[in-house]
């Protein structure tokens, strides 16, 4: 009996160790159901699955698009976020320039 409690001591032990070597980042949300990128946590922040404790997820996790928070005036609750570092309008309007040279019809849609 002594022997088994000293085994699963040990075996105890060992897994303790190597749980804490693994090396994997976490993705957990941000603040509230909001992650990095204002989007809400699936319940984590990763961008492919994550294991049971956010861990590991595949393909990393959500980048930061320096978020900004709106939070309720009694509970401090983050209501609303909005990311700050968005693409400009000259951005967007380079893009329109170049759809509307494929758009042959001018009814929105681009066909081959």
């Known amino acids: 009996m002594a022997g088994s409690l000293v085994g ?3 075996a105890a ?6 749980i804490q070597e693994a090396q994997a980042v976490c993705c957990g949300r941000y603040k ?3 992650c990095k990128d204002c989007t809400k946590g699936t319940p984590y922040c990763g961008y ?8 590991a ?3 990393g996790c959500r980048k ?3 978020p900004k928070f709106n939070y309720d005036m009694m509970f401090g609750y983050p209501l609303a976020c909005g990311c700050s570092n ?6 967007g309007a380079v893009l329109m320039d170049v759809a509307s ?3 042959t019809d001018r009814d929105d849609y681009i066909r081959n």
């Not at 032990?13 to 190597?18: K, P, Y």
């Not at 968005?86 to 951005?91: A, C, E, G």
């Open 86 to 91: 968005k693409r400009s309008l000259s951005d």
């Open 8 to 10: 699963i001591l040990v």
């Open 13 to 18: 032990c060992v897994i303790a160790t190597v």
């Open 64 to 66: 930061s698009c320096d």
């Open 101 to 103: 040279d494929h758009d």
């Open 32 to 34: 509230g159901p909001f």
């Open 57 to 59: 997820c595949e393909n």
């Open 48 to 55: 492919g699955g994550c294991n049971i404790f956010g861990c």
